[in-house]
């Protein structure tokens, strides 16, 4: 029987099994398996829950009773036996005591453990939890704010707990969290789990797409792998215990996700569910959503764990402050979010200044100077008469001055009054303090005007730094996708030239043992001289006229040439040199060149049958050593290669992770002057309605002092002096 680890083992599928646990009696061997009764569908046969690696049966053990959950694995999963063994050692060692919940569940891996057809393999026995899914729980209870807020608080919790232990789920999502009758957590599914003890392996799996940080990867398994699942999921659960309309306004029946989905963090700008969270009026809601979407945009091993999102739950409350002149305070001058409290300095309120109305009504109490004033105006008269009467030359100047003198009296006596002079004060400030006030409506106007163009250059902000972000990850990216194209570029390379070497080696041999047998050839010729050993028909004379031309052995010519004579209408013969060029040899015709090409191949033929056929030890090793050594080196370049692109790539990161602090202290400090600026908007919208209060005391305050002058005037006056009111 195969292994059941083998990667290339061919696992069967979810109807396969179904098939088998037809037959639990014969399928199993552990005891509280075998004979065990699964669950059934409507068609009679074993339900079975399929996932991506595996299909999970519910059955029912004969000997104790119990319901089990029993996973069979449709998938290979590398290292599955270990990983398994690590994860039950660790949560084996969880005290109860000291977890928020009992929220792990009991399992057992069992390799071997089911037969299908001739094959044996692996499953995963889990206890049975008697809860629902998180969303089914939703479904039921989502208009019960306060059953809300308690389960978003204890999977606040569970996520404690699992940090605590360093322990990271790997598939943190609505299927995988299960809501006991308690209304408790349960946590299924451990294939992605990461512990402790699988530090610097690779992960099995990229958990759900809707829950998953678009920058996940396959290389990313450590124990921050469920913090961006885990604020997704936060942040649904407090989005629904504040309004839970929205359930069913984002929510679509028997959708794979709770409020988000994967497109919402991938495109935030376009996203209408995360757009409906980032402008809800309960704040709470719309940071966590604003919280959310900047951590899409970091790597996993950044981000912040959830535990830190418990001070940003204090609600804040805004205070809305009316305007004597019918303008209001701009939304959130007043109130700061629970978490920033403490961080803005709170500003002084202006005081009001109250100006007291003293302005006399009228003239009381006369003075021995009004007395002198009454007594003046009949004497004036008489002597005014007595002027007439004497027949003054110019009765009208003569009769006139008395009366000019009691009148300039008058007026003398009436500006020494008290309460003119009073009025006259009162007047004065009252128009200094007014001139000093700015108009209330062209204030309310530029105060209207200047919080608006804020508020403008927040919302472009606002919208700048995730942008700034994607860029910074987007760039990051590049250069990772840019730094692995140069290596596998150069590593295909060098594996080419590598591949290449067997192939040179063997050429470099055939080559040498070639070279080595053309020049024994070459001396077994060299050593046949012609004049010795001549072919039949060539005499001594023919042999003479061959050693002038050359030709000496049978090494020093290749073969002939045929050639037509055009002068005697015959066919002659030349023969070819081993330089390649062909000598005319007088008597040697075409008959005797033939006679020289036969006796000379038999010649060769004699050689080559007892020429070496190999290359000794000497000959071969400097040959292989030569290829040995370019062996090491493209090898030592191709490992080079490796290391320089490991060095863009913490090059990029550090880049990136450069550029997201910059970002977020840029962000930061732009979120301390928008604050202080709303602040200065709060201080200046509290001033206005001050100065707008202020401005119509004052203005009605000098419209009573005018009223109350006219009491003071002339004939006012001539009437006090006369009749004392």
Known sequence: MGSATSPHRQFPGGAEYAEALQHTQS??????????????????????????????????????????????????????????????????????????????????????AISVGRERYPVLKMEWAE????????????????????????????????????????????????????????????????????????????????????LRGNDDFGETLDRFSAWVIFLSLKAIASDHALWKRLHEPSGDFLLLKDEDFKSAGGSIRLQTLLTHPDRTVSGLADHVRSLAFQPLDVLPPLAQAVPRQRTATTTTAASASGASAAPGAGGLPGWMTGHIPTQPTPKQTVVPVTSPAGFHSRTSLDVVTAVLWPFMLIAAIV?????????????????????????????????????????????????????????????????????????????????????????YHAELKEAEQRRVRKQRDMDKKIDGLSEELRKALAKALSDKQSAYVRDRLSRQLIAQS??????????????????????????????????????????????????????????????????RRGLVASAEAQQPKALNASERQPIEQGISRRRTQFTAQRKAVKAETDALRVLALKKMEDGQKRLARENTDAGDQARQRRQEFSTRTVALQ???ALHGTLSASLKTARLRRRGLSYARYTRFIYLGR
């Open 690 to 692: 001050q100065n707008s």
């Open 534 to 599: 001549p072919p039949h028909g060539i005499g001594p004379k023919l042999a003479a006229r061959l050693a002038a031309s050359g030709i000496r052995t049978a090494a020093d010519f290749t073969g002939y040439r045929s050639v037509q004579n055009a002068q005697y209408n015959s066919t002659g013969a030349m023969l070819v040199l081993r330089s390649g060029h062909a000598v005319d040899v007088h008597g040697i015709g075409e008959a005797k060149a033939v006679a020289l090409d036969v006796w």
């Open 131 to 214: 809860a629902v899914t998180l969303s089914s729980w939703l479904d039921d209870n989502h208009a019960h704010s306060s059953a809300v807020t308690r389960l978003a608080d204890r999977f606040e919790a569970l996520t404690r707990d699992l940090a605590a232990h360093e322990i990271a789920h790997g598939d943190l999502q609505h299927g995988n969290l299960l809501v006991a009758s308690d209304d408790t957590l349960r946590l299924v599914d451990y294939d992605g789990m990461y512990v402790p003890a699988l530090a610097g392996m690779g992960g099995t799996e990229r958990g759900h797409r809707n829950y998953q940080s678009p």
């Open 27 to 112: 399928c199993f061997q552990h005891p509280e398996l075998r004979g065990a009764q699964p669950e059934l569908s409507k068609l009679g046969l074993p339900r079975a829950i399929s996932g991506a690696f595996a299909s999970v049966f519910s059955l029912t053990s004969p000997t104790s009773g119990r319901r089990y959950a029993v996973k069979c694995f449709t998938r290979h999963v590398p290292d599955q036996e270990h990983r398994y063994q690590a994860i039950s050692s660790q949560l084996a060692r969880l005290d109860p005591a000291e977890l928020s919940q009992p929220w792990n569940l009991g399992f057992e891996y069992l390799p071997d």
């Open 387 to 475: 002027l007439v009467v004497a027949g003054f030359a110019a009765p009208l100047i003569g009769a006139g001055a008395p009366f000019l003198t009691a009148l300039f009296f008058t007026s003398f006596a009436r500006g020494r009054r008290t309460e003119r002079t009073q009025s006259l004060a009162v007047l004065s400030k009252l128009t200094h303090d007014l001139a000093q006030l700015d108009n209330p409506i062209k204030a309310a106007e530029k105060l209207d005007k200047d919080r608006a163009k804020f508020e403008a250059e927040e919302v472009k902000r606002a919208a700048a730094f995730p942008r700034a972000q994607q860029e910074l990850t987007a760039n």
